[in-house]
């Protein structure tokens, strides 16, 4: 992308059945985690009408058998499907659990070398760029951001029509390759039978969006489109059928940056999909924090049970202010990039990732994120 262009990201709230179903798995991750550190989990969940299918490999020493029932229902409950009408609701679930042990050639393969080698071959990236704060690209921070903003104000029940389920597509216009205007903003929020539209297209636009999106951003060509099909009191999965790993674009970049196809949620950090993903966006955050970019991508690659990168590669799409040579010597100087030396340094064996699954991986501030941090930068610095 260069130049003068129109960019598109959505973000979708955690009633949204493929956001359940992420934070569902992720929520198995997490209970495993509090026991064991050393879990080797892949939980993949599915979810309908009043329905959860829960499955997946794991590999862990626990002192107490996880209740997946009272799990699953907690965090439905907690999500807020809780009205008997809805057609996905806490108590009334029918849960299926069909999680087994881990493959011992899998297992067996994660140490090969004698160290913890990757849990799959594949590639992962990582991004950042000076859009906004949190070196985000500026369509898809918004989209969380407003994302967020539905859900706190149905969780704060402030707006008491408002349901679990929602999305948001918000459309920036960029110039020199910098965002300039709010070009289209798109919402479709599940609500009651009881509201009608004006009141839905009232609130949307006369509180939600104030304080939400900069100021110098919104003009008088904006368009908006607030739930633009018309009727939406059937949602979640009563609606839709939701599955883990199908919103990875909404975890990561919204589209803006190239992505590897493997999801995060329910996988421990052995799983390169996740820990490496997280590495190149700490790489990514530290190399423009330090200056040495203004938009900045990296790729790292893996063969299944093997430690080290099979390739590391990186583009700044002609914004580089350092040799590429010293660059690539330095990031490989600066940050351990096998999957015990990413577990390690970015602490992935804590039990955080139930809180990673909504509203972005990345770009938010949170002490726990541990590759949100630009501790890199100086360093980084002195070796170019």
Request: hydrophobic share 35%; net charge neutral.
């Amino acid at each position: 992308m260069n130049g003068n262009y129109l960019f598109s990201s959505e973000s979708v709230t955690e009633g949204h059945p493929d956001k359940v179903s992420d934070l569902i798995s992720d929520s198995v991750l997490d209970a495993f985690l509090s026991q064991d550190p050393e879990s080797k989990v892949a939980c993949e969940t599915m979810v309908t009408t009043n329905t959860v299918i829960v499955a997946g490999e794991v590999n862990a020493s626990l002192k107490t058998p996880i209740d997946y029932d009272r799990l699953v229902r907690k965090v439905v409950r907690e999500i807020g499907y809780t009205d008997s009408n809805s057609g996905f609701e806490a108590d009334t679930l029918k849960i299926t659990n069909l999680i087994h042990e881990q493959s011992r050639d899998i297992n067996q393969g994660l140490t090969v070398t004698g160290q913890l080698g990757a849990g799959d071959q594949g590639m992962m990236f990582g991004f950042a760029c000076r859009d906004t704060e949190s070196l985000m690209p500026m369509p898809i921070w918004l989209s969380h951001r407003l994302a967020f903003g539905l859900t706190k104000a149905r969780k704060d029940k402030r707006v008491p029509w408002l349901r679990p389920d929602g999305k948001v597509q918000v459309t920036v216009q960029y110039k020199d390759d910098k965002p300039v205007a709010l070009h289209t903003f798109v919402l479709s929020t599940q609500h009651s039978d009881t509201v009608d539209q004006k009141t839905i297209e009232a609130f949307v636009k006369n509180e939600l969006l104030p304080g939400l999106i900069p100021s110098n951003l919104s003009t008088q060509n904006t368009r908006y489109y607030v739930n633009p099909s018309g009727r939406f009191v059937i949602g979640g999965p009563d609606g839709d059928c939701g599955l883990t790993g199908r919103k990875i674009i909404v975890d990561t970049y919204g589209g803006y940056a190239p992505h590897g196809g493997g999801a995060f949620s329910g996988k421990d950090s052995s799983k390169v999909d996740r820990s490496a993903a997280y590495m190149a966006r700490y790489i990514a955050k530290n190399v423009v924090a330090a200056g040495l970019a203004d938009r900045f991508m990296v790729q790292l690659a893996y063969a299944i049970g093997r430690p080290d990168p099979v390739s590391l590669h990186f583009e700044a799409y002609g914004s580089l202010k350092a040799s590429h040579e010293r660059l690539d010597a330095a990031i490989r100087e600066t940050f351990s990039l096998t999957p015990g030396g990413i577990i390690e340094s970015l602490q992935l064996r804590r039990p955080i990732f139930a809180k990673t699954t909504n509203y972005g991986h990345f770009g938010r501030e949170d002490k726990d994120f541990t590759w949100e941090k630009t501790d890199k930068a100086d360093a980084l610095k002195k070796l170019v």
